[in-house]
């Protein structure tokens, strides 16, 4: 359900086409709720048929037609409905914390390089949430800007408020991640420097 939420945030901002919904899924909701396009597309039609959406064929090109999907009064319904509710936590499924339980198993090189690896990747996460937070703040983000486009400037700075923050709380989490690898660096060293 959480990408048909996505995809329904996507769509509450201006109809889009399914290609439009993936590339701008990339550059805004991506960042918090990854998809590929082989479960984007298969969900926008299965909204169809919920009738979440209404889709509309398009010129496209000088011979062609693409479908363009807007939201429904019941697709908005859903989407507030499913921001009304009180959260649903899922039981964990976590393969690095799985892999780091067992680095007894591994070698100690490879257990540093996973530490290691876990730091990069968040760091490079923080930097790419960064650039979000910084093209909402500045309102160059384009869906950002389609989305505030017509409100008032006590409304825009709402909407981009909870954008914001939600990014914020993401770095922090991967700051957490960051801290709990170089504390894993520091146990294979010493585990290392014992045996």
Same mark, same amino acid.
């Given at each position: 359900?959480?990408?048909?939420?996505?995809?329904?945030?996507?769509?509450? !901002?201006?109809?889009?086409?399914?290609?439009?919904? $993936? %590339?701008?899924?990339?550059? &805004?909701?991506?960042?918090?709720?990854?998809?590929?396009? &082989?479960?984007?597309?298969?969900?926008?039609?299965?909204?169809?048929?919920?009738?979440?959406?209404?889709?509309?064929?398009?010129?496209?090109? %000088?011979?062609?037609?693409?479908?363009?999907? &807007?939201?429904?009064?019941?697709?908005? +319904? !859903?989407?507030?409905? @499913?921001?009304?509710?009180?959260?649903? $936590?899922?039981?964990?499924?976590?393969?690095?914390?799985?892999?780091?339980? $067992?680095?007894?198993?591994? %070698?100690?090189?490879?257990?540093?390089?996973? *530490?290691?690896?876990?730091?990069?990747?968040?760091?490079?996460?923080?930097?790419? @949430?960064?650039?979000?937070?910084?093209?909402?703040?500045?309102? &160059?983000?384009?869906?950002?800007?389609?989305?505030?486009?017509?409100? !008032?400037?006590?409304?825009?700075?709402?909407?981009?408020?909870?954008?914001? *923050?939600?990014?914020?709380?993401?770095?922090?989490?991967?700051?957490?991640?960051?801290? @709990?690898? +170089?504390?894993?660096?520091?146990?294979?060293?010493?585990? +290392?420097?014992?045996?």
């Amino acid at each position: 359900m959480s990408l048909r939420n996505a995809l329904l945030a996507m769509l509450t !901002s201006q109809p889009m086409t399914g290609y439009d919904v $993936y %590339k701008n899924f990339q550059t &805004s909701v991506g960042y918090v709720w990854h998809a590929p396009d &082989s479960q984007i597309y298969p969900e926008l039609r299965r909204m169809e048929q919920d009738g979440l959406i209404r889709g509309e064929t398009v010129p496209w090109g %000088k011979r062609g037609t693409k479908k363009r999907y &807007s939201i429904t009064e019941a697709g908005v +319904e !859903s989407f507030q409905a @499913w921001l009304n509710a009180p959260p649903e $936590y899922q039981r964990e499924r976590d393969p690095v914390r799985l892999r780091a339980a $067992y680095l007894e198993w591994a %070698k100690p090189d490879a257990s540093a390089e996973f *530490f290691r690896a876990h730091t990069a990747y968040h760091a490079g996460r923080i930097e790419d @949430w960064e650039e979000m937070i910084a093209a909402l703040r500045d309102q &160059s983000n384009p869906t950002l800007a389609k989305r505030i486009e017509g409100k !008032s400037a006590e409304e825009a700075r709402r909407i981009t408020a909870y954008k914001v *923050f939600a990014y914020e709380g993401m770095i922090a989490r991967a700051r957490a991640e960051i801290a @709990w690898a +170089e504390k894993g660096l520091e146990l294979v060293e010493e585990l +290392e420097r014992r045996v």
